[in-house]
């Protein structure tokens, strides 16, 4: 197991890095305070993937399953899709709204270094942005403004980095919505299939149009949110298994 040395970090290596007189005074944050990103993007990036899950669960239900004369198909179809809907959605809120692993602002004082008890030629390392000591593995986002232990990504779809407290949370929502996609675009085909065979206003409650616009829109958005959710579910395990975040494997490639 490799672990990244120190030249991936983006820090500040002048003399003066440490200088505390530099710092603004210590942030005294709040303990258990709900963490989550003021950011314009991620908060409309956010809804988006809501509003997505909640449109596939309008045509899953209101268009396949409910017209459906098929009772236990609905029933155990419509369970499962849910089920798996909600862990997303629950998995997503978690991402979002859990501290991914923020270092302390302004913590590079002269009390806190002296507490350090550091050793003759150690070398520890100060963000010039957030005038914090940065752990081993830290990087700073600068949409979160905040130096993040172990940051693998910041992403506007969670509204948060991706971190050492929140990865686990990431890889279930990616891994939930996946399951949510492929499941959607199975019952897609089999109510094409369905339609094709029937006359199709004793398919779904709208009209035959309708329903045709109303499935290809979720067999887009199914297939593209599959591709892009599965790729980012190998790429967390991949990271977990090697124990090497996606920022420090782009800087061993460069």
């Known amino acids: 197991m490799r672990t990244p040395v120190s030249r991936f970090r983006d820090v500040e ?20 305070k709900m963490w989550f990103i003021k950011d314009a993007c991620g908060i409309v990036c956010a ?16 268009v396949m399953l409910i017209p459906s ?17 909600f862990l997303a959605l629950a998995s997503h809120f978690r991402a979002m709204c859990t501290d991914p ?11 806190y270094i002296e507490s350090l008890q550091l050793k003759p030629g150690q070398v520890v390392y100060k963000c010039p942005k957030c005038c914090s000591i940065k752990p081993d593995r830290a990087h700073h986002c600068s949409v979160c403004k905040r130096c993040i232990r172990k940051m693998d990504h910041h992403c506007p779809w969670v509204n948060n980095c991706v971190g050492e407290n929140n990865q686990k949370y990431f890889v279930l929502f990616t891994m939930y919505i996946s399951l949510t996609s492929l499941h959607a675009l199975v019952m897609v085909v089999l109510h094409f299939l369905y ?4 006359d199709w206003t004793k398919c779904s409650t709208f009209s035959p149009p309708a329903t045709v616009i109303l499935l290809i829109l979720l067999c887009f958005e199914g297939l593209l949110f599959l591709i892009f959710t ?25």
């Open 195 to 198: 339609c094709f065979e029937d």
């Open 230 to 254: 599965s790729v980012m579910f190998g790429t967390q395990i991949h990271s977990i298994c090697t124990d090497e975040t996606v920022r420090e494997r782009v800087f061993l490639q460069q």
């Open 13 to 32: 290596r002048q003399a003066n890095s440490l200088q505390p007189a530099q710092c603004l005074p210590p942030c005294h944050e709040r303990p258990n």
């Open 101 to 111: 692993g923020a270092v302390p602002k302004g913590n590079a004082t002269k009390e």
């Open 47 to 62: 809804i988006i993937t809501w509003f997505l899950v909640f449109f596939a669960e309008f045509v899953v239900l209101f």
């Open 69 to 85: 004369k098929n009772l236990t198909y609905s029933l155990v179809n419509g369970t499962l899709f849910n089920s798996v809907a």
